[in-house]
């Protein structure tokens, strides 16, 4: 990973190249017919947003961490319930308010009810704990998402799935654990220099996709990709995301490949800063620009990965420089089985 930034002095950064690692390892078990339970194992800090490792300090021998654990319910097809640490069971076309290594923390109920091979819907109701606070009552938000996918035909497919995000004892309460630059922030008092949340975030949401699958070898699939988020700040409060990606159904084997571009605006208060993509400007807000990702197929189970960020703020906002482009590689071999 090769890290560059224009304005090193001002921003108080270094350009940087680190090797890194990131290995997964989970299991699931089907208890019975109504229950489910796994857990998994990854390398990391406790970065919520990072399970990369650097290679650093000597050959130094880094901890295995928790990366989920949780307990799934269906008492019927349709409907399931899931506690514990897992996967964010928010459809999401991209990365645009939360980073793809998150695993949330809670309690979701998640419905599908089956109505055609043309229409498929689902909703998800979800109470996620962000912090745990002795003294003050504990950071947490309440996300609702209704979506569904239209199949046509075999070569049209459209998702849509607007949301809605409620976080209660965000605003005025400290800034939370790992958060990145760019919300709007205040001190209590002299005292107290900490800084808390200027506006609670909440908000709407929205994601789309539209997809085609072409009769063709080379170009199996184009898809077209959006994101939108609206909070509840009085200013800087809204962010967008759109992209295209095409080439392979899935890149799995020898000769597959997908080129992937998108382009972001996440203006300060439009969403909490600890949760967007980490590795685009650090996961701050107030940042904008482009995203290049080419996937190809080496071996069967085996890709190598190019992405490439060019990155900035939007605004001179919250110690942010907008003269202080990052640019950012990742070059990454990836072996699954």
């Not at 996967?87 to 089956?114: A, E, F, H, R, Y």
């Not at 409060?237 to 890149?251: E, I, P, R």
Request: hydrophobic share 35%; charged share 25%.
């Amino acid at each position: 990973q090769s890290e560059d930034r224009d304005n090193i002095n001002v921003a108080n950064e270094t350009n940087r190249e680190r090797y890194r690692l990131r290995w997964r390892l989970g299991l699931e078990n089907k208890i019975n017919d109504q229950w489910l339970a796994g857990f998994g194992l990854c390398s990391g800090s406790d970065d919520p947003r990072s399970t990369n490792q650097t290679f650093e300090n000597t050959f130094q021998s880094p901890d295995a961490r928790i990366d989920y654990a949780f307990a799934r319910y269906t008492p019927i097809s349709w409907l399931t319930l899931t506690g514990g640490k897992y996967s964010n069971p928010l459809w999401q076309t991209k990365d645009l308010l939360w980073d793809t290594d998150i695993t949330t923390d809670g309690i979701t109920v998640m419905m599908k009810p089956k109505i055609s091979k043309e229409i498929e819907p689902w909703l998800s109701a979800s109470w996620f704990l962000l912090d745990e606070n002795r003294n003050q009552n504990d950071p947490n938000m309440v996300a609702f998402q209704v979506g569904a996918k239209f199949s046509p035909s075999e070569m049209v497919e459209f998702r849509l799935a607007p949301a809605y995000y409620i976080f209660n004892n965000v605003k005025d309460n400290l800034t939370l654990e790992h958060a990145s630059a760019g919300n709007t922030t205040y001190s209590r008092s002299t005292k107290d220099p900490r800084n808390s949340y200027r506006y609670s975030y909440d908000g709407v949401g929205l994601d789309g996709s539209l997809s085609f699958y072409p009769m063709a070898s080379f170009v199996q699939k184009i898809s077209l990709f959006g994101q939108y988020v609206k909070s509840d700040a009085d200013n800087e409060n809204t962010g967008y995301l759109y992209g295209v990606s095409f080439g392979s159904k899935k890149v799995q084997k020898l000769g597959d490949w997908e080129m992937k571009y998108n382009y972001r605006k996440l203006e300060a208060d439009a969403w909490p800063a600890a949760l967007p993509d980490s590795d685009f400007y650090g996961g701050a807000t107030n940042v904008k620009g482009h995203e290049l990702e080419l996937t190809l197929g080496i071996r069967k189970n085996v890709t190598l990965g190019l992405d490439y960020y060019k990155a900035k703020p939007i605004k001179k906002l919250n110690g942010l420089d907008p003269y202080n482009d990052e640019k950012l590689l990742q070059v990454d071999l990836v072996l699954k089985w």
